[in-house]
């Protein structure tokens, strides 16, 4: 019995599926070479950076996060373009993991909040440490600090940790004491930013120096940010997550389909080679 035309051209492969997923992580590979690039671009116009404070480089940050997105990607746009069931289930799985990761991230946090707090303390520790080593690092803290009206971690004294804000007699830097200006109590009246405002100010008395900085630290702060912005943080963790549920559905669809696909041909073969089975 000979099959039909329309047998032959039938196929199990949705067009709609298969190149929805193609622009989908098309677009997302578009996003992550400019991550790259911007993160590439700021480390290049670095020539000061040391390599002590790679751990807190925002660029250094945007190139990992960019190179792990490329790989991704390049898996689900070669996978879904050329039906490949291994790029495609290696797309999956990582996509997966990363989704699971996350979730038991957010999961770990909220019942270990205490040590959660350690971790972001420390970090915030070790960023005021290389203040003064990275210009991306400063501009993320002071805008921090400026958007928070905070200043250090725990407290304003934090600032001491960095060799040029350190208040040992030992310190010849002028700012000996002091505090970055993002850390100044500033009225909308004034146009032009006092850059000294900190002056010395980690040599007076608490009550003082809350008359010219903010006092509070900018972990309590952000706690009491995301206490009240709790359904704006679950709003932004499910726009993170809705994509990569739906690459996951897309590609393991995809996939089955192409292993269909896959049976039917291997039926079609059997059937020519032995037309009377």
Request: hydrophobic share 45%; glycine share 6%; proline share 2%.
């Amino acid at each position: 019995m000979s099959k039909t035309k329309s047998d032959e051209e039938f196929t199990f492969v949705s067009p709609v599926v298969k190149y929805l997923l193609f622009f989908f992580n098309m677009i997302f590979w578009i996003i992550a070479l400019i991550l790259i690039s911007i993160g590439v671009y700021s480390r290049t116009v670095k020539h000061e950076t040391a390599l002590a404070c790679l751990t807190v480089d925002p660029a250094l940050l945007l190139m990992i996060v960019g190179i792990i997105m490329f790989f991704i990607t390049f898996c689900g746009c070669v996978g879904s373009l050329r039906e490949n069931i291994c790029l495609l289930q290696t797309f999956c799985i990582i996509l997966t993991i990363i989704f699971l990761l996350q979730l038991v991230a957010g999961v770990l946090g909220f019942f270990f909040s205490d040590k959660a707090r350690g971790k972001v303390t420390d970090m915030i520790d070790n960023a005021i440490e290389h203040y003064r080593d990275d210009i991306d690092l400063q501009n993320f803290i002071d805008y921090g600090q400026k958007q928070f009206n905070c200043c250090g971690g725990i407290s304003y004294m934090d600032w001491s940790q960095n060799m040029y804000f350190n208040c040992s007699k030992e310190n010849p830097s002028r700012e000996r004491c002091s505090v970055p200006f993002s850390c100044c109590l500033l009225s909308n009246e004034e146009n032009v930013i006092n850059t000294m405002c900190g002056h010395r100010v980690q040599q007076l008395e608490y009550l003082e120096a809350s008359s010219f900085i903010n006092t509070n630290g900018c972990i309590d702060k952000l706690v009491n940010w995301i206490h009240s912005n709790l359904f704006l943080l679950g709003g932004i963790a499910l726009g993170l997550a809705i994509p990569q549920l739906v690459g996951i559905l897309l590609s393991q669809i995809l996939i089955n389909q192409i292993q269909d696909q896959i049976k039917l041909q291997n039926y079609s073969q059997q059937h020519r080679s032995d037309p009377w089975s």
